[in-house]
């Protein structure tokens, strides 16, 4: 079987004052001043969309919500971060490998105009978005007509990656049903992923405050259909058309929180690899268990349910791997069930010790 893989990962960034960057003290111009400096690839085109509002050129671009005037010309993009997209490989190594040398470039950019990328995957200071000034009615309608992006409020104050995994020689009817499998099991492995303990000023009362308020209103898996017959009707969205040939059959599970060590990513991409292989579970789900993501995000693996549900599954794509190399990469994962550790652990052990969350900010990456 074929498979191809893509990364999409969100960056959140100080400023010179040591100020967490958001919308509320940095301009679609300050951002766009990285960008600016950071290199075009000739043929991204062909597998990375670029928009309508030309804002997603490159492998970076601004992640915001764009503002129109009252007609589809965008007047202004209010900015939460930079986004980082990979290319599509057919192997988890490469993607990991662009990914760093993508990363790597952002960081020394930045860093030369005041601004240090740091992990978190929700605001640790904004609770929630509001648009100012308000949004007019075009917008309205704009936001009326896709159900999804009713929750700008949601995405503007999240950080986290998307992971892509494409299956070219399978039929859209199983790329489907592998969607609603990993919606039905992400509760259990978003944990492996939890880096957002930190909420309006101070730290949260559980592991990840973006799952807790995210999952449930977006989706946590989206696949990429041809067909305008083949959508599931749902809110959140299980299915999209495809904007791009090169989107036919993806899923993007959206689900995780970001990570600073992208071996995790290279360890979830390959649990995800092997639940697609993977026959032996058969929960199904169209829209994410919000309740039950809610648990999760507070109590992550000490919650029994949680962590034996995350063995299980851990189990059964190791199992599904079988001999395949990437089954090496699960590594992490395993340590980390053992441990029952995550990256919000951590944060929280930094917080505690240094007293402020941009202190404990400034040690990731």
């Known amino acids: 079987m074929t498979f191809l893989f893509g990364v999409e990962h969100e960056v959140a960034f100080l400023n010179r004052d040591g100020k967490f960057a958001d919308f509320t003290c940095t301009k679609f111009a300050d951002f766009a001043q990285i960008i600016d400096r950071l290199p075009t690839y000739a043929d991204d085109h062909l597998q990375l969309r670029v928009g309508d509002a030309g804002i997603r050129s490159k492998r970076w671009y601004i992640e915001g919500f764009e503002r129109f005037s009252d007609s589809d010309k965008v007047i202004d993009c209010t900015s939460k971060g930079i986004e980082i997209r990979t290319t599509i490989h057919s192997d988890i190594q490469g993607v990991i490998k662009e990914l760093t040398t993508s990363f ?117 898996a989206l696949v990429f259909v041809p067909e305008e017959e083949q959508l599931i009707k749902s809110a959140p969205s ?53 309740s039950l993501h809610q648990i999760s995000a507070k109590e992550g693996f000490d919650n029994k349910d949680i962590l034996m549900n995350a063995r299980e599954i851990l189990q059964a794509a190791e199992v599904s791997l079988g001999d395949d190399p990437d089954v090496e990469l699960l590594a992490p994962l395993k340590l980390m069930l053992e441990q029952r550790q995550t990256k919000s652990h951590q944060l929280i052990e930094l917080f505690q010790r240094v007293g402020s969350i941009e202190d404990a900010l400034k040690q990731t990456y």
Do not use: H
């Open 104 to 220: 790597e470039l952002l960081r020394e950019v930045a860093g030369e105009l005041g601004f240090l990328p740091v992990l978190t995957s929700f605001n640790p200071y904004k609770t929630v978005f509001a648009p100012y000034p308000p949004l007019n009615n075009y917008e309205i309608k704009q936001l009326q007509a896709y159900p999804d992006e009713q929750t700008a409020y949601i995405y503007m104050v999240t950080y986290g990656p998307d992971l892509n995994i494409s299956v070219p020689d399978l039929p859209i009817e199983q790329v489907i049903d592998i969607g609603k499998k990993l919606t039905y099991y992400s509760p259990y492995i978003v944990p492996f992923s939890y880096s957002s303990p930190f909420y309006n000023g101070t730290l949260w009362e559980g592991l990840s405050v973006r799952t807790f308020i995210r999952t449930g209103k977006r989706p946590a």
């Open 238 to 290: 299980l299915t999209k058309i495809a904007r791009l040939p090169a989107e036919i059959g993806r899923i993007e599970f959206k689900a995780f929180d970001s990570c600073d060590d992208f071996s995790t990513y290279a360890a979830l991409l390959a649990l995800l690899k092997g639940l697609i292989l993977d026959k032996s579970l058969f929960g199904r789900a169209i829209t994410p268990d919000a």
